[in-house]
């Protein structure tokens, strides 16, 4: 989506390494989202965040964590505890984490194990 | 827990058919309703979403969905597909007080469209 920058858009990890993906955005919305896509899974959701400094776990947050520090920013680390990273991971913005509110995406990050 | 299940993994049809393809939730309260599409090699776009009032929605490329709250059911129609529409569609629902946070979408597996041409 427009506003909303993934980085890099292919990345491979070794065994028993740390990688992060980015995601920026310049739209200023308050929430930020990480799902993960697998093939016939659709998406899940990793971790969120609704303001600078606080986030909460998904559904499938092991293996996983981020930090938003500031509010264009919420990197996602994927550890060497999260044993199947081989996904699609797409972040996600909307203005206000509300219930009323559409999100928008990113064109996503392709993690591959090597 | 909350869950939305759409129905059919994978949809062949021909230029000009019609297509129909299911979602249902399961949450007795409040929800907002969602269908995204991702065309090959783009990102998740929104095509039409449900707040309130009008049951039949409308949205972008001549596609709309109908909300019967009786059934759970929010399905996505679409009159004549064209090859372009060639597509995975997701259906999304937004519980109000369910869980955490009232921002968070619980995602269908998805559906892909295949349109002959």
């Known amino acids: 989506d427009g506003g909303i920058t993934q980085s890099p858009k292919y990345l491979f990890r070794k065994e028993g390494q740390n990688v992060t993906l980015s995601c920026e955005q310049n739209?200023?919305?308050?929430?930020m989202y990480w799902y993960r896509q697998d093939p016939g899974q659709g998406l899940r959701l990793i971790y969120y965040?609704?303001?600078?400094?606080?986030?909460q776990k998904g559904d499938i947050a092991e293996g996983y964590s981020v930090s938003r520090e500031k509010k264009e920013s919420f990197p996602l680390t994927v550890t060497s505890a999260q044993k199947n990273p081989t996904a699609f991971y797409l972040c996600?913005?909307?203005?206000?984490?509300?219930?009323?509110?559409?999100?928008?995406f990113g064109d996503g990050t392709r993690l591959s194990i090597l | 827990a909350q869950s939305v299940s759409q129905h059919n993994h994978h949809v062949i049809l021909s230029e000009a058919a019609s297509l129909e393809l299911g979602c249902n939730y399961s949450y007795g309260g409040t929800v907002n309703l969602f269908w995204y599409v991702q065309y090959p090699g783009q990102h998740l776009q929104l095509l039409l979403k449900?707040?309130?009032?009008?049951?039949l929605v409308k949205g972008i490329k001549g596609f709309e969905a109908e909300f019967i709250k009786s059934k759970f059911s929010f399905n996505l129609r679409k009159p004549s597909v064209q090859w372009s529409d060639t597509a995975e569609y997701f259906c999304?629902?937004?519980?109000?007080?369910?869980?955490?946070?009232?921002?968070?979408?619980?995602f269908g597996k998805g559906t892909k469209l295949s349109v002959k041409p």
């Open positions: 739209l200023n919305h308050d929430a």
């Open positions: 996600a913005t909307s203005p206000q984490g509300a219930f009323n509110q559409p999100q928008h």
């Open positions: 999304a629902v937004n519980a109000k007080n369910y869980g955490g946070s009232q921002g968070n979408l619980i």
């Open positions: 449900y707040f309130s009032g009008d049951p």
């Open positions: 965040s609704q303001i600078v400094n606080d986030f």
